[in-house]
């Protein structure tokens, strides 16, 4: 089934760890985008890829950095948590294709740092 | 600069009525315009979209009404149920290139049993 997966769901982890947050697509969809979403819902692009090898920075300004080394792969990396990282991280692909030009979000990583 | 303007913030409905959410957009170059909805631990899903061409699209209790000239587009949701609440979002992106979605900054919607 074509689909769109993040890891973890949940992590608490201490200030200045390194940390990965996964995000793997099976659709071959060459757009991905990562979002942070903040308590009061808003949506916020951070980063987005147009393909292979191709990253962007989006809308807000994030400490983090993404690579795009093959199409389904799309991981996010912050070189050094702090408390202000803390939030919900939502990973999402598109193919322009037509009207169907939505989005495929993943479910989500909550980001805790302590 | 919010491109695409979405109210209310919040809204609670009781069962059976009808919910309506009110997006406008300022650029008139957008031709695609999704609703998402999201659920508590889940990222938004694709729940309808509606291109300019047409005024209104209805699936099953969700229809869009869309409004070219005023720049507006709504989500209205009819008999409404318990299980329609979540938060949803509106959005739109042009016809031209690898144009992103602009989301809205969303609804949170309670339909109280």
């Known amino acids: 089934e074509a689909d769109i997966y993040q890891t973890p769901r949940y992590l608490v982890i201490g200030t200045g760890k390194k940390i990965t947050l996964e995000c793997s697509q099976t659709?071959?969809?060459?757009?991905m985008y990562w979002y942070q979403q903040d308590p009061g819902m808003e949506l916020h692009l951070i980063h987005y890829?147009?393909?292979?090898?191709?990253?962007e920075k989006g809308d807000l300004s994030s400490e983090s950095t993404v690579s795009r080394i093959r199409t389904e792969h799309f991981p996010l990396t912050l070189e050094s948590a702090r408390p202000s990282h803390t939030s919900q991280y939502l990973c999402?692909?598109?193919?322009?294709?037509?009207?169907?030009?939505?989005?495929?979000f993943g479910s989500g990583t909550r980001l805790t740092v302590v | 600069q919010q491109q695409v303007k979405q109210s209310p913030q919040s809204l609670i409905v009781q069962k059976g009525g009808i919910s309506i959410i009110n997006c406008a957009y300022e650029?008139?170059?957008?031709?695609?315009f999704p609703w998402y909805q999201q659920f508590p631990g889940k990222g938004p899903a694709l729940l309808i979209a509606?291109?300019?061409?047409?005024s209104e699209k209805k699936e099953g209790r969700f229809t869009i009404s869309f409004n070219k000239s005023a720049k507006q587009f709504s989500l209205h949701i009819m008999d409404s149920q318990p299980g329609d609440s979540a938060t949803y979002f509106c959005?739109?992106?042009?016809?031209?290139?690898?144009?992103?979605?602009?989301f809205g900054t969303g609804t949170r919607l309670l339909v109280s049993p």
């Open positions: 650029n008139t170059a957008f031709d695609y």
């Open positions: 659709m071959g969809h060459d757009k």
């Open positions: 999402a692909s598109s193919e322009y294709s037509g009207d169907a030009r939505g989005y495929t």
């Open positions: 509606i291109r300019p061409d047409v």
């Open positions: 890829s147009y393909g292979v090898n191709s990253t």
């Open positions: 959005a739109a992106s042009k016809d031209t290139g690898f144009q992103k979605l602009v």
